[in-house]
């Protein structure tokens, strides 16, 4: 099987990564950092907003059964892309609306979506296009968040609204 990968943050990576778990196609996914300078990040590092790096989900997938254009338009559907360093109640740097790509295709697909999406939004989206280059995984309490905490208070409030609008939206996606 031919894998392929987009790296991707649109908030908090618990919810992006709840919901990429649920998408047909998708082999893996794994919260982490990008976007920023710091060799090491930490989460703490990354609260502080000086790493320069966001929260992101790095999405491996078959692009046989989706492709990373699929992979993008259920990203801008699963967050405010028009927002600028921010997520809801998530503020700063670290919740940036942001694609890492890994070559010119990916740039190249990026833009052509940003593009096409753009007149569907009330306001311009602000979403980041960057090289990827650094992908450092969060520690291992945030891996699979939200399937270890379903009854966590923001896992209830935030998380499960937004796995509930993508299994109504994207129900041929839809694990």
Excluded at 44 to 50: N, R
Excluded at 57 to 77: C, G, H, N, Q, R
Aim: aromatic letters at 12%; charged letters at 30%.
């Amino acid at each position: 099987m031919t894998k392929k990968s987009a790296v991707i943050g649109g908030g908090c990576f618990w919810c992006m990564e709840a919901v990429y778990r649920r998408v047909k196609g998708v082999t893996d996914v794994v919260c982490g950092y990008a976007g920023g300078d710091d060799p090491c990040p930490t989460y703490e590092k990354l609260c502080s907003g000086l790493s320069g790096h966001a929260e992101v989900v790095k999405v491996e997938f078959d692009p046989d059964k989706i492709s990373y254009e699929e992979i993008l338009k259920i990203f801008f559907a699963i967050h405010d892309p028009t927002t600028l360093n921010r997520q809801g109640a998530d503020i700063g740097t670290q919740y940036r609306s942001i694609i890492l790509y890994a070559d010119e295709e990916q740039k190249e697909t990026a833009k052509r979506i940003i593009k096409e999406l753009n007149p569907y939004f009330e306001n311009r989206i602000v979403t980041e296009l960057k090289k990827l280059e650094l992908f450092c995984p969060a520690e291992d309490y945030h891996q699979n968040y939200y399937e270890r905490n379903p009854y966590q208070g923001y896992c209830m409030a935030v998380i499960a609204p937004k796995i509930e609008k993508f299994m109504k939206n994207f129900k041929e996606y839809a694990v």
